[in-house]
């Protein structure tokens, strides 16, 4: 298994919040007649904007030089990145177009971002900047107790 280079990693971030600011964009649209839902998926799809912007600026500060201890924190990235719900018959993209109700919304957005989650940690091991990604988790903890709080809301 060939490992990631940091630069892809940090790539690989930036891709994540791009497919994370359209799934809720277009569950947002999907679900409009709801202003509570759209609320909801309009604030996670800005903030996967201000992720995406911040990965970015990320990717020109760390350089090319593979952190020490590079060759684990890369082996763990990639298996993440190559598991079922990025590249499998279940991934983010494919998921999507299968989402026909509210609950299917919420939980997929709740795995997203359990998914990316376990990413950024790989990530903030691997760089120095570990305050920048120490931020991004915190906001993707967020979104994980919102997206619950609302699916509880909405099994009452």
Same mark, same amino acid.
């Given at each position: 298994m060939e490992n990631f280079s940091i630069l892809e990693v940090i790539e690989q971030a930036v891709q994540t919040e791009r497919i994370g600011c359209n799934f809720y964009t277009s569950m947002a649209e999907k679900f409009r007649d709801d202003e509570k839902l759209v609320?909801?998926?309009?604030?996670? &799809?800005?903030?996967?904007?201000?992720?995406?912007?911040?990965?970015?600026?990320?990717?020109?500060?760390?350089?090319?030089d593979e952190p020490e201890g590079w060759d684990e924190a890369s082996l763990y990235l990639r298996a993440i $990145?190559?598991?079922?719900?990025?590249?499998?018959?279940?991934?983010?993209? $494919?998921?999507?177009?299968?989402?026909?109700?509210?609950?299917? &919304?919420?939980?997929?957005?709740?795995?997203?971002?359990k998914e990316?989650?376990?990413?950024?940690?790989?990530?903030?091991?691997? $760089?120095?900047?570990?305050?920048?990604?120490?931020?991004?988790?915190?906001?993707?903890?967020?979104?994980i107790r919102w997206l619950a709080e609302f699916k509880s809301a909405l099994v009452k």
């Open positions: 609320r909801l998926f309009t604030t996670l &799809a800005d903030k996967e904007r201000i992720h995406e912007k911040i990965f970015t600026e990320l990717k020109g500060i760390i350089g090319s $990145v190559e598991s079922e719900f990025f590249l499998g018959k279940d991934k983010a993209l $494919v998921s999507m177009q299968n989402i026909h109700s509210i609950k299917e &919304a919420v939980d997929f957005a709740m795995r997203f971002e990316t989650l376990l990413y950024y940690f790989g990530i903030r091991d691997a $760089v120095k900047q570990k305050e920048v990604v120490d931020e991004i988790i915190n906001e993707e903890k967020s979104h």
